[in-house]
């Protein structure tokens, strides 16, 4: 039972800690799913009903919402989505309305409400009030009995279908590009505030607020959850026999080293100057200090190049298991405790609590 439910929130969204997914971006998800079969299945209805206006606008409104899914489930972009979705679904709706005679001769009206809804959940400031205006507007308008006379109502309904249709691909082809390079630009911006400039690791705030999050699944989940603090030993003396500039050259590296032994679903942060804090998910002590171990060795093997000088560095680790009875910054003290009594018993170890 426990697998059917991670499998069924992980179509909604990566349920892991290195990817954040909030309700509405997999209420958005559940939505576009729920479109994707619906659409699917009408399309195929018509097709044996030989109903092929209501099949070709069914095929085009299943694939734009397979669409919008990958892109906010795979590519996680929401707000650009959402808003394509919520245009795209009160477009869909209008030629069918004014086919079926206005909104009191169809059932087609509770759809009004669900986008009303939609809108006003997903949507916050001026883009929520501009939409639920542009339903409400859409409602006032088709709420008459007859909107148009029978003649040329289906040649004009196929006419509409076939500009629905090249908008829906037009609307793809546009969107993709659009939001691809609006996805780009987000990414950078979020990298250069989520990185430490200088080692490509996680900063402490961002690293602290996923940290944050893998307590809560650990308690909820009654996972382990362990820790890895390091130190460089002796670093002042790189950075005052080398240069500064070397001891950059050494932290790039060290951190090149952390990040290939630990696993993806890990979180490793620089904690401050030569000080960095590795969060380890679903990891008990035993584990923990492998994987310390294996970053320890790691460092100490590496032939350290820079500025035609040799040389070598080595790191201490403390490992602790995160305690659920003990405040955040208590389990932080003990892997410092772990620490520098690696430190004080002549570095270049790893020390368990």
């Known amino acids: 039972m426990d697998k059917i439910t991670r499998f069924l929130l992980n179509i909604l969204g990566p349920y892991s800690a290195s990817v954040f997914y909030g309700t509405k971006q997999r209420f958005l998800n559940l939505l ?17 009903l030989g109903n092929l206006e209501y099949a070709m606008i069914s095929a085009s409104s299943s694939l734009f919402a397979g669409f919008m899914y990958y892109l906010s489930r795979f590519k996680r972009i929401f707000q ?3 808003i394509a979705v919520f245009v795209y679904l009160l477009f869909l709706l209008s030629p069918i309305l004014w086919y079926e005679k206005g909104l009191a001769k169809t059932s087609l009206s509770f759809l009004f409400l669900l986008i009303l809804a939609f809108s006003v959940y997903i949507f916050e400031g001026r883009v929520r009030l501009i939409f639920v205006a542009s339903s409400l507007v859409m409602m006032v308008a088709f709420s008459v009995g007859d909107i148009v006379n029978e003649k040329g109502r289906k040649l004009e309904f ?13 609307l793809l082809s546009v969107g993709y590009y659009s939001i691809n390079r609006f996805k780009k630009e987000k990414e950078r911006a979020e990298n250069i505030s989520k990185h430490d400039y200088l080692t490509q690791l996680l900063t402490r705030r961002e690293g602290m607020d996923r940290f944050r999050y893998l307590i809560q699944y650990s308690k909820r989940t009654n996972r382990d959850l362990s820790m890895i603090m390091m130190d460089l030993d002796d670093f002042k003396r790189v950075n005052d026999t080398y240069g500064h500039i070397c001891g950059d050259h050494v932290l790039k590296q060290v951190a090149k080293s952390i990040k290939k032994c630990i696993r993806q679903t890990d979180i490793a942060m620089r904690w401050g100057g030569e000080e960095f804090l590795v969060i380890l998910p679903e990891t008990n002590r035993t584990k923990a200090y492998m994987i310390a171990e294996r970053i320890r060795k790691d460092i100490e093997n590496t032939n350290f190049e820079c500025a035609k000088n040799k040389f070598k560095v080595t790191i201490t680790c403390g490992v602790t298991m995160f305690d659920h009875s003990l405040e955040e910054d208590e389990n932080i003290e003990k892997a410092d405790q772990a620490l520098y009594k690696g430190k004080r018993s002549g570095k270049n170890k790893t020390v368990v609590i």
Do not use: D, G, K, R
């Open 32 to 48: 576009l799913l729920i479109l994707f079969i619906t659409f699917s299945f009408s399309m195929f209805e018509n097709l044996l």
């Open 158 to 170: 196929v006419n509409y279908s076939i500009a629905l249709i090249l908008t829906a691909v037009a």
């Open 80 to 82: 650009p989505v959402a």
